[in-house]
């Protein structure tokens, strides 16, 4: 057994039993290719090497064997590798993904030209139907080239392939990160049981101002918020993610925006409607400041013994959201510290029927690790759903169980 195997699935089974050819191009992102082919193992897919001549300038056939478990194809002989693997006949690739491209394949790739063993295993998947997901690399002058962009737009519009668009710094249409490109193979190769709906998440903490140098906040930290919106995105979704300013790390393919105050992220949400329209579901996941302090102008004086603050309450941004988008589905999340199980239950469930909610997260504050949650999905026919584990299982969890009670109407 090779060793590949032995990582196989460790990361998920979002693509078990998916043939995938990683289709290598000259770019030097190509050293950034064992690495993703590994992720995409680890996801539980069975990948399988193509190189041009010029990607084993800057990393050998033998390390993408390695990396992948399987040979790989650097010519194409007699064995027709290229209809063995992308033609049509039962057992071909599931999805062709070209990482690192470059704008000469990409031009290739549009016009049909086949003169490497990438661009004909591309002309191939793309005359059989095969999907394609191209990840461009090189220079931005490369990249803002009319004719390649062109190349691009035609691409997408005619032969209908995917791309992952580049990170734009140093001067470089840099490769994507290896993440983001996993989690597209993924939006790809799934069932796509969001697409076309938009999913809201609001993730991280308010900060409310004491004065011009401090505020006041809370633990949030925004990570569940981060894998809701990573879930949906694999799922189809457009995301949408609103964020406390302390939150960091979200990846770059979710599109988000920065609150501060309760304040802020009100304002946020009244415009939604306008600048992105109204959410198919929305997640409630931030941390949201029951009251604010008086703002003092200036720094308050830090000698006193004590100190007196005048606190206000907030507006709340969830019932305001009802009121906004009554058809959407709404998901809440309620954190207490209680030690009585069904008191928690208890204080979700009223909860629900204030705001209108068709769903709450329930947790005890004691239940909470940086990387693990114990929660409670509880109904408006009071039914309670358990799950445990990692944050980004437990936010696959809630949203399929959502997906599923949306999917039979509204709850409440």
Same mark, same amino acid.
């Given at each position: 057994?090779?060793?590949?195997?032995?990582?196989?699935?460790?990361?998920?089974?979002?693509?078990? $039993?998916?043939?995938? #050819?990683?289709? %290598? =191009? @000259?770019?030097?992102?190509? !050293? +950034?290719?064992?690495?993703?082919?590994?992720?995409?193992?680890?996801?539980?897919?069975?990948?399988?090497?193509?190189?041009?001549?010029?990607?084993?300038?800057?990393?050998?056939?033998?390390?993408?064997?390695?990396?992948? $478990?399987?040979?790989? #194809?650097?010519? %194409? =002989? @007699?064995?027709?590798?290229? !209809? +063995?693997?992308?033609?049509?006949?039962?057992?071909?690739?599931?999805?062709?993904?070209?990482?690192?491209?470059?704008?000469?394949?990409?031009?290739?790739?549009?016009?049909?030209?086949?003169?490497?063993?990438?661009?004909?295993?591309?002309?191939?998947?793309?005359?059989?139907?095969?999907?394609?997901?191209? !990840?461009?690399?090189?220079?931005?002058?490369?990249?803002?080239?009319?004719?390649?962009?062109?190349?691009?737009?035609?691409?997408?519009?005619?032969?209908?392939?995917?791309?992952?668009?580049?990170?734009?710094?140093?001067?470089?249409?840099?490769?994507?990160?290896?993440?983001?490109?996993?989690?597209?193979?993924?939006?790809?190769?799934?069932?796509?049981?969001?697409?076309?709906?938009?999913?809201?998440?609001?993730?991280?903490?308010?900060?409310?101002?004491?004065?011009?140098?401090?505020?006041?906040?809370?633990?949030?930290?925004?990570?569940?918020?981060?894998?809701?919106?990573?879930?949906?995105?694999?799922?189809?979704?457009?995301?949408?993610?609103?964020?406390?300013?302390?939150?960091?790390?979200?990846?770059?393919?979710?599109?988000?925006?920065?609150?501060?105050?309760?304040?802020?992220?009100?304002?946020?949400?009244?415009?939604?409607?306008?600048?992105?329209?109204?959410?198919?579901?929305?997640?409630?996941?931030?941390?949201?400041?029951?009251?604010?302090?008086?703002?003092?102008?200036?720094?308050?004086?830090?000698?006193?013994?004590?100190?007196?603050?005048?606190?206000?309450?907030?507006?709340?941004?969830?019932?305001?959201?009802?009121?906004?988008?009554?058809?959407?589905?709404?998901?809440?999340?309620?954190?207490?510290?209680?030690?009585?199980?069904?008191?928690?239950?208890?204080?979700?469930?009223?909860?629900?029927?204030?705001?209108?909610?068709?769903?709450?997260?329930?947790?005890?504050?004691?239940?909470?690790?940086?990387?693990?949650?114990?929660?409670?999905?509880?109904?408006?026919?009071?039914?309670?759903?358990?799950?445990?584990?990692?944050?980004?299982?437990?936010?696959?969890?809630?949203?399929?169980?959502?997906?599923?009670?949306?999917?039979?109407?509204?709850?409440?």
């Amino acid at each position: 057994m090779h060793p590949a195997e032995d990582i196989r699935g460790t990361r998920g089974s979002s693509l078990e $039993g998916k043939k995938i #050819v990683l289709a %290598i =191009t @000259g770019s030097i992102a190509a !050293v +950034e290719c064992v690495k993703l082919a590994r992720e995409l193992i680890r996801q539980g897919a069975d990948v399988f090497g193509v190189m041009t001549e010029k990607a084993q300038e800057i990393v050998g056939a033998y390390s993408i064997e390695f990396a992948t $478990g399987n040979p790989v #194809v650097t010519d %194409i =002989t @007699g064995k027709v590798e290229h !209809v +063995e693997m992308c033609g049509d006949l039962s057992g071909h690739a599931d999805l062709v993904l070209v990482a690192p491209a470059t704008a000469n394949t990409i031009g290739k790739m549009v016009h049909g030209i086949d003169d490497t063993p990438v661009t004909t295993f591309l002309t191939t998947a793309v005359g059989t139907g095969i999907p394609v997901l191209v !990840v461009p690399a090189m220079h931005k002058t490369m990249y803002d080239h009319p004719v390649v962009r062109n190349n691009i737009e035609k691409a997408k519009r005619e032969l209908g392939v995917r791309f992952v668009a580049p990170i734009l710094e140093e001067r470089k249409a840099k490769m994507a990160g290896v993440e983001e490109i996993v989690e597209n193979v993924i939006r790809v190769l799934g069932k796509g049981e969001l697409t076309g709906k938009k999913v809201l998440i609001i993730t991280g903490a308010t900060r409310e101002p004491l004065d011009d140098m401090r505020f006041l906040s809370n633990r949030a930290t925004g990570r569940t918020g981060i894998e809701l919106g990573r879930a949906a995105y694999r799922m189809g979704a457009d995301v949408l993610i609103l964020s406390g300013s302390n939150v960091c790390g979200i990846p770059d393919h979710l599109p988000f925006r920065t609150f501060s105050s309760t304040d802020d992220l009100l304002s946020m949400v009244e415009g939604l409607g306008r600048d992105w329209g109204g959410p198919d579901m929305a997640f409630f996941s931030a941390g949201i400041s029951d009251y604010s302090p008086e703002v003092s102008t200036g720094k308050l004086p830090s000698g006193q013994e004590r100190m007196t603050i005048s606190m206000s309450r907030t507006p709340k941004v969830i019932e305001r959201f009802r009121s906004l988008f009554p058809d959407s589905f709404l998901v809440g999340f309620k954190a207490e510290s209680v030690s009585d199980e069904n008191e928690l239950i208890k204080r979700a469930y009223e909860r629900m029927g204030e705001v209108g909610m068709d769903l709450v997260v329930a947790n005890d504050l004691s239940d909470v690790s940086e990387d693990k949650n114990t929660i409670m999905l509880i109904t408006p026919q009071k039914e309670v759903f358990r799950a445990e584990g990692k944050k980004e299982h437990i936010a696959q969890f809630i949203i399929e169980r959502s997906l599923s009670l949306s999917g039979n109407g509204k709850q409440r």
